[in-house]
């Protein structure tokens, strides 16, 4: 059985290595329900959004982690994002059409899809200040791009595995925490757990349970895992941040808008929620912006 939209936490008992956990099913599902990404795409979008999952573990308190890369490739852009909450979404932009049918249809390198690009990663937490890194993307696995993150922004060491099929995407990290044992005891256990996590294999992750994965890896250490946290694809899209984004492009153009199409009407790039505006409504939008202005 698979632990279907679920984060977990584990950890090594007497050691100072932590991990985490997850399998994405129907919230993935459902973001490439209507997209009509190539396979390639859809399966490297799987991986952005596991490892989202994965790194939103970092978040102590409400926030947002936000996986994206920009490259120069086939894919413009490609974006995961995940909330305090398990809340997630994301996007990917660009022409496929130059990818040839075996490119399309079979996993890809991430750099064939992105061609050269950087990856940003950035953590916002709501009430205090955000923190971005940036990496050059220079392996053609998500997940040792990230593993470079976590060694040069982060400083902590970081095993990351991810995995993607048409309906399911899996990801499971280590991480070595600050100390407080000796460097040589410390560097003797993170190889030691290194090797074994190297062993884990794609279709193991999108088959097997978590408990089952970290057993087939670990069964000869004392693995704590604790309670599942369930993850959701949810769009924080709302009819009020939309006009909140239309005030800022001014009256003028939105009654020219109007002028020309009857209405403003506004798609949410994540979820395709259609917000329309019509001119009444556009004129008290603006009288309301400018009473809370003054
Ligand atoms: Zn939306």
């Known amino acids: 059985m698979k632990d279907q939209d679920t984060l977990q936490r584990f950890l090594f008992d007497g050691t100072d290595t932590r991990g985490e956990i997850t399998t994405l099913a129907s919230s993935y599902q459902n973001m490439i329900a209507s997209k009509n990404y190539p396979t390639s795409v859809a399966l490297l979008f799987g991986e952005f959004l596991a ?38 979404r994301g996007i990917v932009r660009g022409n496929f059409d130059d990818l040839t049918y075996e490119q399309q249809s079979t996993r890809q390198g991430v750099s064939t899809l992105l061609g050269k690009s950087t990856l940003a990663i950035t953590v916002e937490p709501e009430n205090s200040e955000r923190y971005q890194g940036i990496v050059p993307i220079e392996n053609d696995e998500l997940s040792a791009c990230l593993e470079y993150y976590f060694e040069q922004s982060v400083q902590l060491p970081t095993k990351i595995r991810l995995a993607s099929s048409k309906t399911c995407a899996a990801g499971v990290l280590i991480q070595q925490m600050p100390s407080s044992q000796s460097v040589i005891e410390q560097q003797h256990e993170w190889q030691h757990l290194c090797t074994l996590f190297s062993t884990i294999k794609s279709s193991e992750q999108l088959e097997l349970s ?85």
């Open 51 to 88: 490892a989202a999952s994965l790194l939103s573990s970092s978040l102590k308190y409400p926030g947002i982690v936000n996986i994206q890369a920009s490259g120069s490739g086939p894919i413009s852009m490609i974006m995961a994002e995940c909330s305090h909450g398990q809340k997630l």
């Open 210 to 294: 978590h408990n089952d994965q970290l057993y087939r890896l670990f069964n000869e250490e004392n693995v704590r895992l604790f309670d599942a946290q369930m993850l959701s694809y949810f769009c924080s899209c709302s009819r009020h941040r939309t006009e909140q984004a239309l005030v800022s492009l001014g009256i003028e153009e939105l009654l020219e808008t109007c002028k020309e199409q009857g209405q403003v009407s506004i798609t949410c790039q994540f979820c395709a929620e259609q917000y329309e505006f019509t001119k009444d409504q556009i004129t008290t939008m603006f009288s309301q912006s400018t009473t809370v202005l003054h």
